[in-house]
């Protein structure tokens, strides 16, 4: 079966991020799972979760930056990036942080009309605990707290919650 690994970032930058490095190797297990069971494997990983693939688990494809000049990229943008990689695959695992972030890909994938693989739960399970890294720049990565906060905002519609309460 042909299979697809999305991966996305959590919090800026890779080399000073445990949560991003914690991913890459998350993506690296499932790439060398899928492919000891028999499948056809890509993966597409937004570029922060690339930097720790380099030499391991070649990305087919890499998301860098918004097609926006100054926008955000956030999950939605690496999904709209990554379609072709997913288009080509039977089933697409996301790979994001275990604490709702994961959650939210699945159902970006899902309402974009990709097969998204397992459940919340077994998705969690099997990336394992990526964490929290306070003192990001990104304030909604720095603990379960900050990150239910900005998802509540999201859910409230509230513009660019990754810019309104912290510097």
Not at 49 to 74: F, Q
Not at 77 to 96: D, M, Y
Request: aromatic letters at 14%; hydrophobic letters at 45%; glycine letters at 6%.
């Amino acid at each position: 079966m042909k299979k697809a690994i999305i991966a996305y970032s959590f919090g800026l930058n890779y080399e000073d991020n445990p949560c991003n490095q914690r991913l890459a190797r998350a993506v690296e297990r499932i790439y060398r799972e899928e492919l000891a069971a028999g499948h056809e494997v890509r993966v597409c990983s937004q570029w922060e979760v690339a930097e720790g693939l380099k030499g391991r688990s070649p990305p087919s494809k890499v998301v860098e930056r918004h097609r926006r000049a100054r926008e955000y990229l956030d999950s939605e943008e690496v999904t709209a990036q990554c379609a072709e990689v997913l288009r080509w695959a039977g089933e697409v695992i996301p790979v994001a942080n275990s604490f709702l972030h994961v959650i939210l890909c699945r159902r970006i994938l899902r309402k974009r009309g990709f097969p998204a693989a397992g459940s919340p739960w077994s998705l969690m399970w099997r990336i394992g605990w990526i964490g929290f890294h306070w003192g990001n720049a990104q304030w909604q990565v720095w603990s379960p707290f900050h990150m239910l906060l900005y998802f509540v905002l999201k859910a409230l519609r509230w513009p660019d919650p990754s810019r309104t309460f912290f510097p």
